[in-house]
Nanobody
């Protein structure tokens, strides 16, 4: 599976950005997806995740501000980021290692990462 992340940029504090992560692979799959971020000098951290069934989970630092969602085709996941803060500045990566088929059959594969997209929030 190849992942293509996009949507990063420079925004002022309080602003919004929407990141996208498109998965290319077998047709008809619904991908679970994780969004991670890594700020300079810090470890990579999990920001948000969505399961194949649509369950979502967020880091405490972004709850109420970020929303993860998936398109109807199941192969593009979005991270809507509102009320951005300077501490949200980081390179954001999408990651997946599982999907489900049209009949719900689970599909597991080697973990794949997008190339990263830089989000810079100015104060």
């Amino acid at each position: 599976v190849q992942l293509q992340a996009s949507g990063g940029g420079l925004v002022q504090a309080g602003g919004s950005l929407r990141l996208s992560c498109a998965a290319s692979g077998s047709a008809g799959l619904t991908y679970a997806m994780n969004w991670y971020r890594q700020a300079p000098g810090k470890q990579r951290e999990l920001v948000a995740e969505i399961s194949t069934g649509g369950r979502t989970n967020y880091a405490e630092s972004v709850k109420g501000r970020f929303t993860i969602s998936r398109d109807n085709a199941g192969n593009t996941v979005y991270l809507q980021m509102n009320s951005l803060k300077p501490e949200d500045t980081a390179v954001y990566y999408c990651n997946t290692d599982r999907a489900s088929g049209w009949d719900g059959t689970p599909v597991v594969f080697r973990s794949s990462w997008g190339q990263g997209t830089l989000v810079t929030v100015s104060s």
